[in-house]
């Protein structure tokens, strides 16, 4: 490990803390394939890989799900959206200030979108925090718990997600999502150099790392799950061949869809051509669904789940390498 | 021992204008109220020598410090992300407020670099043969005679082009390069209110309109302002070499005096639009009062506290052009004598400040 340890530190210019992170494993066995903690910073500041009209529409979820619906593009249904005490649904905007006005607006969305449940999310945090589900049975009391973030807060209220059977089948009490990175290279060509499919746990509403979820490799030749799923290291790290509530057994589970989803991700790009970002689809009965994009995707985590390290990929490897020569010799 | 000269920082030369200037007030009323503005804002009251030493200004502390501007604009409370990425992103803007039925003009399409994108197609255009069949069959299928192209995200009037269908090929020449390296937004040519166009004509001349929300009182415009283009330039912004007369709020009248950064740098005030020769003081703005009622309707669907909104005058009303999530507030000061004049305003400021 030492030998690692001085080896990393000389040729990556930088402490090696995020060795501790991961790359002491004994199976991990290729250090060098891995992105140093300031490389990752670099590439999120790069301006050649993201430009600020196109992230200022990833980054602001409302103005996200008004672009996706714009074009047509699959993402969840936007129901409505509040500021403050300012509820807008259905083309109206409404003042809402008490308690009993927030039970009538979210009974009149039940009753207008003939639904029992909407997915409530924080306009400005990520990771899955803040998110949580209003049922319309036992509305009051869910309200009452609710009403200071509701009433003093931003949110987005979307359509819960019908995920797919079979995913239920893994887990059911979240919506599990794929975390798929994409790169266009300079010649403009589109990489997946990531993806890992992420699981919820207990009554958790999301499936974020951040929240206890479970990170589980994935097979992007066969479009199956492999054998192995990690926790966050702040979590303990453990790694897990099963999930811990149904018992299921990751390896070999064919991930429904699976080709559609690079192709959603491949027209969406079109769209949004930032040069690295971090997508979060959902698999439904209907197909694919993005949920979010991500202009900073947690790299770390995406370098650890590429199976071998981000820069195994030959174009990602060229690109980091440019844009260390730039920051180390500039010009 | 001679006399140093006495620079203020990034305004070489202003010392000496200030001396110049057979307007500003005697000498040592100068000093004294430099000393006491410098002693109340606990900060050199440099920007006492842009204005306020003027005879006119006799409420010298109604006007923000340079250090309360730039803590108005970074404050993290008053430029919350999700509202600012809206304003300033003109793309995000047009797909928000046109779903809520905002009046702004005709939009026909944009581009990430080397995508361009219209009527939900999308193509990749690498050559400016391909640029000049894009935006002539976009004239063509809008059955319009000029378009007017504006980055999806700056300021200031930078990077702006009208194109015209007439002109097309010799437009591009000089624009293809820029247009295909930016990103840009393309709208439908505003068309100017004739009154307005009798004093300038050769761009589009917008209403800045400040408006402060809160919610401890009813939201309301403190500042307004009217920009004018000059010479040949289709924009208006200072910045772009244009210059601003104040409003006056509850009548929508024009202050007597414009201000011009270039000129008023030399100590001039702007009495007359310098092509036209039109007299600027008394000047009525058409459609004044629609203007606030529009913005005012608009800033209910952002809460944003600060919001500076460009408007338009039409032959048929008023049309927003833009909103700014961090408008230049020092022209909005002089625009309507002192912003701290707004008790509402003043309690904001010495809220942002207490937290520095």
Known sequence: ?331 | MGIRKFRIPGQPGRMKVFFHDPDKKPLLKCVQEFVSLSVRKKEPAYHYFKYIYKKQITNIHDYLSINERARIHSSAVLNRYEYSSILRNKLNFEIYFRDLGLRMPGFIGYNFKDHFYKNDNIERITTNEGLKKFFNEVLLDNKIESLFIRPIDSRGGEGCYKLNLETIGTDLELISDQIREGSHVFTEVIQQHKAINKIHSSSVNTIRLITLQSDIAETKIISAAIRFGVGDGIVDNLHSGGFMVGINIETGVLNKFGWLEERTANGEVITHHPDSGIRLGGFQIPYFKEACEMVLEATKFLPKTLIGWDVAIQNDGPIIVEGNDSPGLEVSDVACKGLLRDPYFKMLVEQVNAKN
């Open chain 1, 1 to 331: 490990m030492l030998r690692e340890i001085r080896h990393l530190w000389h040729s990556k210019k930088e402490i090696p803390y995020y060795y501790f992170k991961y790359l002491y494993r004994n199976d991990v066995k290729n250090i060098n394939d891995y992105l140093g903690t300031k490389e990752a910073n670099r590439l999120h500041q790069n301006p050649q890989l993201h430009r600020s009209e196109i992230t200022t529409i990833i980054n602001n979820k409302l103005a996200f799900s008004l672009y996706a619906q714009k074009h047509g593009l699959k993402t969840a249904r936007l129901y409505g959206y509040h500021f403050n005490h300012k509820y807008f649904f259905n083309e109206t905007l409404k003042s809402v200030n008490t308690e009993q006005s927030l039970h009538h607006f979210f009974q009149n969305l039940f009753n207008t979108y003939q639904t029992t449940s909407v997915f409530v999310k924080p306009l400005a945090d990520f990771g899955g925090k803040g998110c949580f589900i209003l049922r319309s049975e036992d509305l009051k009391n869910q309200l009452y718990k609710k009403k200071e973030a509701l009433l003093t807060e931003n949110h987005l209220f979307y359509e819960v997600i019908k995920q797919h059977p079979r995913i239920n089948e893994i887990h059911s009490h979240c919506v599990n999502t794929l975390r798929i990175v994409s790169y266009i290279t300079p010649t403009g060509n589109i990489e997946f150099i990531s993806t890992f499919m992420r699981f919820g746990i207990d009554n958790s509403p999301v499936d974020n790392g951040s929240a206890g979820g479970i990170f589980v490799y994935v097979d992007e030749d066969k479009g199956t799950l492999k054998e192995m799923g990690i926790k966050k290291m702040s979590f303990g790290g453990e790694k897990l061949t099963h999930h811990p509530n149904s018992n299921f057994k990751f390896d070999g589970f064919e991930i429904p869809y699976f080709k559609e989803t690079y192709d959603l991700i491949t027209t969406y790009l079109q769209y949004l051509p930032d040069r690295i970002i971090g997508w979060d689809v959902a698999i439904t009965t209907d197909g694919p669904v993005i949920i979010e994009a991500n202009d900073c995707p947690n790299l770390h985590s995406s370098d650890v789940m590429s199976s071998g390290g981000l820069l195994r990929n030959e174009s990602f490897r060229e690109l980091v390498t440019q844009i260390n020569s730039e920051y180390f010799n500039p010009t």
